[in-house]
């Protein structure tokens, strides 16, 4: 069910991120605890990034209450490219991980694709490697990257409809701004995309049913660039002196969207379920 876009019902409906995200888990638990197997996810991490450690620790919690099997390889920041690169293969092979990821980011001595492209695209749970990633491309989604796809699943928790909308990425990166371009192109949106080059960008983001920013730049978006009863998603995210900033002016959008985000609690929340679900397709498909 599509819902048409209303400019004249002031402030927007929050996108709660979370409640959303407990919705996904619950159901995979659900899911787990009538297989005859344990899904395993493996997490390669190298270097003891801060913020990097906090994400693996709430993806192993993730893991436990839905009942997967859930390890993490840390390995030193001086560990060559070629010892990481083994030590994929050797979760490559084994029957009981269904799911394996990269920790990004990656220390300067290694490059960050080739790790992730070690990885097998069968067990790809990030969405990440060039074959998941060239998938979207020809419409042949197969394993989609975990923040785009909760995106996604957020955009069509308000009832819009994509079909037929007008979409504006404002960022490009290959982890959100193009893949989730490529996945609104393919469920017959009109996309535009957005960055640093462009001209006049709020003549561009005023034309938007659906605005997604994903550039890490504070408060970049103002009300003045938002059509009135817009869905605007927020994937930025800064840490700054008054806290935790996205890439929209939330107080003022507030004012003028139709639907929401907020930063925190919006698309995070989201991508740590996404890949929940992408490991349980993965232990699925291969059983």
Same mark, same amino acid.
């Given at each position: 069910?599509s819902v048409a876009l209303d400019p004249d019902e002031i402030g927007a409906k929050i996108i709660d991120g979370k409640e959303l995200a407990r919705s996904v888990r619950r159901k995979i638990r659900r899911q787990v605890k009538k297989l005859k197997f344990t899904p395993g996810l493996a997490v390669v991490q190298v270097g003891d990034d801060p913020a990097s450690t906090v994400y693996v620790s ?24 070629? %010892? ?38 069968? $067990? ?34 308000? @009832? ?17 701004? $193009? ?47 938002? $059509?009135?009863? %817009?869905?605007?998603?927020?994937? @930025? ?5 008054? @806290? ?21 609690? @919006? ?17 699925? %498909?291969? $059983?």
């Open positions: 069910m709430n993806k192993e919690k993730d893991c436990q209450y839905v009942g997967f099997h859930s390890e993490v390889h840390r390995m030193p920041a001086e560990t060559p490219q070629a %010892a990481v690169i083994e030590q994929i293969h050797t979760l490559n092979s084994r029957e009981d991980i269904h799911g394996i990821i990269a920790q990004m980011p990656v220390p300067d001595s290694i490059d960050g694709d080739t790790i992730i492209n070690a990885i097998m695209p069968e $067990k790809d749970a990030d969405g990440l490697t060039l074959v998941n990633l060239g998938n979207l491309l020809i419409n042949r989604e197969q394993t989609v990257p975990c923040t785009p796809a909760g995106i996604i699943r957020l955009i069509e928790s308000t @009832g819009v409809g994509i079909e037929g909308s007008r979409v504006v990425c404002v960022g490009r990166s290959s982890l959100v701004g $193009k893949p989730v371009g490529l996945m609104l192109l393919n469920r017959n949106a009109t996309v535009t995309y957005c960055h640093t080059r462009t001209r006049e960008l709020f003549s561009e983001t005023q034309q938007a049913d659906i605005l997604i920013a994903a550039v890490g730049r504070p408060r970049l978006i103002t009300a003045g660039m938002v $059509k009135p009863g %817009a869905v605007v998603i927020d994937v @930025g995210i800064t840490i700054t002196e008054d @806290g935790f900033v996205g890439d929209v002016d939330y107080e003022s959008v507030e004012e003028v969207a139709g639907f929401i985000t907020p930063v925190p609690g @919006g698309v995070g929340p989201m991508t740590r379920a996404m890949l929940l679900e992408n490991t349980l397709e993965l232990a699925l %498909a291969r $059983k």
